[in-house]
């Protein structure tokens, strides 16, 4: 059974037998049917950009009752402070895959929070492929403008990038109004898009797609746990990336932010990400954030497993000590593998010998690194 629909079975029964189902709310999203023992009997929350790595991650593990239910990487890290409503009110897990890094000031009480990067990514701006959108780049810029306008979603600094004319140059249809989808405020990729281009709020036109841990992707202005409510052509079982890279895919006049999950490689939704600042993201340019940042993909980023310093439950610390290689350094290359078919860069060339899997630097913040 695909893990996603695994996740949202147990959060169903849950809330069905009245186990401290709970409903936890954000600017742009609800979260329904979740309870603590859920989290704690073997439920981890972060990022929805690592969520289809995470769930091939723990199979090839071998680590059994472990579930992930993604959601978004602020979500993850509430659960490792026990900063959040419930379940995240107490450190109930001690791990969270996350695509920004850990904030605030680190605690190192305990066994102490760890800030681990696994990996290469970025946050790609997302056009249709298959459609033949003939637009290829556009500048940061307008990239901020088409998103938020001036920076705080100004409805008349907005109106100024309603158009693929107005967004950027080479479009098939300039005259046609950009439709725009985004990943919902708890993610970490809006976080990271936020910082990365000056944006504080989005235009009001901006389509929200929030990943509901029942019913699967829907549009943040639908309710919560319908399932008939999912996007055409996004699955119960796609992430909130995954749907965004297929809603791109399908429309010639749409564009979208998300990480390299997003990636529709063939057929009917296939995408592209665009070039930006005249910077196209390749696998060099992105891996300029480590050798020459100042020259690197603007949208580039680092990927993320980091812990925190709760009570960490058996299977969490077997997945952990099989992703970082503790026992067999070829568990980490596999889990490292595992990120790059699903779209992520390794921070070091696979072709180096000896190969140095996760090999990604020093950590981001005053959190030291298990790596």
Do not use: H
Not at 32 to 58: H, P
Not at 212 to 234: E, K, M, Y
Not at 342 to 359: D, E, K, Q, W, Y
């Amino acid at each position: 059974m695909n893990m996603k629909n695994t996740g949202k079975l147990v959060l169903s029964a849950l809330s069905v037998l009245g186990l401290a189902a709970c409903a936890v709310g954000s600017t742009n999203e609800e979260f329904v049917g979740e309870s603590q023992q859920a989290l704690i009997s073997g439920g981890f929350y972060g990022s929805d950009t690592l969520f289809n790595a995470t769930t091939a991650a723990i199979a090839a593990s071998g680590v059994t009752g472990l579930t992930y239910y993604g959601t978004g990487s602020g979500k993850g890290e509430q659960c490792l402070e026990g900063t959040g409503a419930a379940p995240c009110n107490t450190k109930a897990q001690t791990i969270a895959p996350m695509s920004r890094d850990l904030q605030g000031s680190c605690d190192s009480s305990g066994t102490g929070q760890k800030s681990n990067r696994i990996a290469l990514d970025a946050v790609y701006i997302w056009a249709d492929k298959n459609a033949d959108q003939t637009a290829t780049g556009a500048n940061l810029a307008n990239v901020k403008g088409a998103f938020c306008g001036d920076g705080d979603g100004d409805a008349t600094s907005c109106a100024g990038f309603n158009t693929w004319g107005e967004f950027t140059s080479g479009s098939t249809n300039p005259s046609n109004a950009l439709v725009m989808y985004r990943r919902d405020d708890i993610s970490g990729t809006t976080e990271v898009f936020k910082a990365l281009t000056g944006c504080t709020a989005f235009c009001a036109n901006v389509q929200i797609v929030v990943d509901d841990p029942i019913a699967g992707p829907r549009l943040s202005t639908d309710t919560p746990g319908t399932s008939s409510l999912v996007p055409t052509p996004c699955a119960a079982t796609d992430s909130a990336t995954d749907c965004i890279g297929k809603l791109v895919g399908a429309n010639v006049d749409a564009i979208g932010y998300a990480g390299g999950d997003a990636k529709v490689a063939s057929g009917t939704y296939e995408n592209k990400p665009l070039v930006i600042n005249g910077v196209a993201p390749t696998e060099a340019n992105i891996r300029k954030l480590i050798t020459d940042p100042s020259n690197k993909y603007p949208l580039a980023r680092f990927l993320y497993l980091n812990e925190g310093n709760g009570t960490r439950d058996i299977k969490e610390q077997d997945f952990l000590d099989w992703a970082f290689g503790v026992n067999d350094i070829n568990d980490a290359i596999a889990f490292e593998d595992i990120l790059i078919a699903n779209g992520f860069l390794a921070c070091a060339p696979t072709t180096n010998s000896p190969r140095t899997p996760l090999n990604c630097g020093s950590t981001g913040t005053t959190c030291p690194s298990s790596l």
